[in-house]
């Protein structure tokens, strides 16, 4: 009886050794990630810009989120969906980088990244209600860009939280074009431009006010920079 153990007992330990073996020697590994980031959480008053009393002195951002689906890239000549989505290029401060997106594609050159800024339709809203990571976007204003900090202006310190459901297909072109490894995570870093959005005429843009919303609309369809690592 013991020697039929301890038989079975070393074909169990075989079998996890080759197992283990078997992982080692073919790993799974995506080469691909997508990370978002932010070129300055805190943007101060410019005084050579500035002259009007009811100017702000800061804008200070706490969050970006943005609603993205078909996330896609031009690989060796052809178009590949890598993340249909929906997902949600986020920035958080006093986070260098968040990784929001990944992909195992295969070796070779990409020169064109693309994805959609997302609304939801209305008939999805239920289905991620309960996502948190989601759930902000499922209003029934179903935005697609959240942005949140605070703003000072004469010594007093303000919340603000922007909203829009602006929309649009945004793309990245590289040239030269970005060589891909099958052994080597290639990393793809989509940076908000701060100053892009809550800056006009070197002036800072106040988001609780209503007249900036155009403004904010329009900048922030064209606040990302790509850069590789």
């Given at each position: 009886m013991n020697t039929r153990i301890l038989t079975i007992a070393l074909m169990i330990t075989g079998l996890l050794g080759m197992a283990?073996?078997?992982?080692?020697?073919?790993?799974?590994?995506?080469?691909i990630l997508f990370e978002s980031s932010i070129s300055a959480t805190t943007l101060n008053k410019v005084h050579s810009f500035t002259s009007d009393a009811d100017a702000l002195d800061q804008v200070r951002i706490a969050s970006v989120r943005i609603l993205v689906k078909d996330m896609?890239?031009?690989l060796?000549?052809?178009?590949?969906?890598?993340?249909?989505?929906?997902?949600?290029?986020t920035v958080r401060e006093n986070e260098q980088s968040?990784?929001?997106?990944?992909?195992?594609?295969?070796?070779?050159?990409?020169?064109?990244?693309?994805?959609?800024i997302h609304r939801f339709e209305s008939s999805a809203l239920e289905?991620?209600?309960n996502d948190p990571v989601l759930a902000d976007f499922t209003t029934d204003a179903r935005h697609t860009i959240i942005i949140t900090g605070t703003v000072d202006k004469d010594g007093s310190t303000l919340p603000f939280d922007y909203r829009t459901d602006v929309v649009g297909n945004?793309?990245?072109?590289?040239?030269?074009?970005?060589?891909?490894?099958?052994?080597?995570?290639?990393?793809?870093e989509f940076q908000f431009q701060s100053d892009l959005v809550f800056r006009e005429n070197g002036a800072l843009v106040d988001p609780n006010d209503p007249a900036s919303k155009s403004h904010l609309d329009n900048q922030v369809k064209k606040a990302l920079k790509a850069v590789v690592h």
């Open positions: 283990a073996c078997s992982d080692d020697d073919n790993p799974v590994q995506d080469n896609k890239m031009k060796n000549g052809d178009e590949r969906l890598l993340h249909a989505g929906p997902a949600v290029l968040i990784v929001f997106a990944r992909a195992d594609v295969p070796a070779g050159q990409f020169d064109k990244v693309s994805w959609d289905q991620y209600r945004l793309n990245f072109d590289f040239n030269p074009a970005v060589a891909v490894a099958d052994d080597k995570v290639t990393i793809v």
